[in-house]
């Protein structure tokens, strides 16, 4: 099993920078890997970054490319989201979500573990 544990949502002001922290504990950190996904109200969850078990293969989506950057600290256990340039369509409640496997995947379903989510609002 493994538990994630996300950090780091707020309200910022369009433009604004905030970041995000998953907290995994349960397995080993190394042999996961990981990805960020959003929901915002009425609509589906989507895909925003991975990153694979050690840190050295990123994809995100095109709307967050440029923009966000994911990354990852293996000896604390902890993957980031460092999302500058933030507009009120990024407002979503965001999730980190961890799969046994070597490189991500832009799909939930290929995620077995998922956080509470954290909430982030960005006002125009």
């Known amino acids: 099993q493994v538990q994630l544990a996300e950090s780091g949502g707020g309200l910022v002001q369009a433009g604004g920078s905030l970041r995000l922290s998953c907290a995994a504990s349960g397995r080993t950190f190394i042999n996961l890997a990981m990805g960020w996904f959003r929901q915002a109200p009425g609509k589906e969850r989507e895909f925003v970054a991975h990153i694979s078990w050690r840190g050295g293969s990123t994809y995100y989506a095109d709307s967050v490319k440029g923009r966000f950057t994911i990354s990852r600290d293996n000896a604390k256990n902890t993957v980031y989201l460092q999302m500058n340039s933030l507009k009120p369509e990024d407002t979503a409640v965001y999730y980190c979500?961890?799969?046994?496997?070597?490189?991500?995947?832009?799909?939930?379903?290929?995620?077995?573990?998922w956080g509470q989510g954290t909430q982030v609002t960005v006002s125009s």
């Open positions: 979500a961890a799969r046994t496997t070597v490189v991500g995947s832009a799909r939930a379903h290929d995620y077995a573990y």
